[in-house]
């Protein structure tokens, strides 16, 4: 069974960084994307980040451009996302999810972890 757990939120001052994990498990994950999303009360869930596992490509969302990144340890079967320059803004409970390279829809999801950047 796929499971992905998510870790590493909490409340962080604006201009300061954290870095989420997402432990995955349950598959190979070699023809999968993983990708980053995240929701805020009263918003619908955006997407932040994607990496392909195999090839490592990458891709965000213009808001967290220059300021995220994705990456992902294949020996630790573990998908990051270093946050910095943190506003307000990015305050919001972020999602891990995965999902086929062939496919567009994501077809798993982990918990959430929630990231609060304070004024």
């Known amino acids: 069974q796929v499971q992905l757990v998510e870790s590493g939120g909490g409340l962080v001052q604006a201009g300061g960084s954290l870095r989420l994990s997402c432990a995955a498990s349950?598959?190979?994950?070699?023809?999968?994307?993983m990708g980053w999303f995240r929701q805020s009360p009263g918003k619908e869930r955006e997407f932040v980040a994607a990496?392909?596992?195999?090839?490592?490509?990458?891709n965000y969302a213009d808001s967290v451009k220059g300021r995220f990144t994705i990456s992902r340890d294949i020996v630790r079967n573990t998908v990051y996302l270093q946050m910095n320059s943190l506003k307000p803004e990015d305050t919001a409970v972020y999602y891990c999810s995965s999902r086929p390279v062939t496919l567009r829809e994501y077809d798993y999801w982990g918990q959430g972890t929630q990231v609060t950047v304070s004024s």
């Open positions: 990496i392909n596992w195999s090839g490592g490509s990458t």
């Open positions: 349950g598959r190979t994950f070699s023809g999968y994307v």
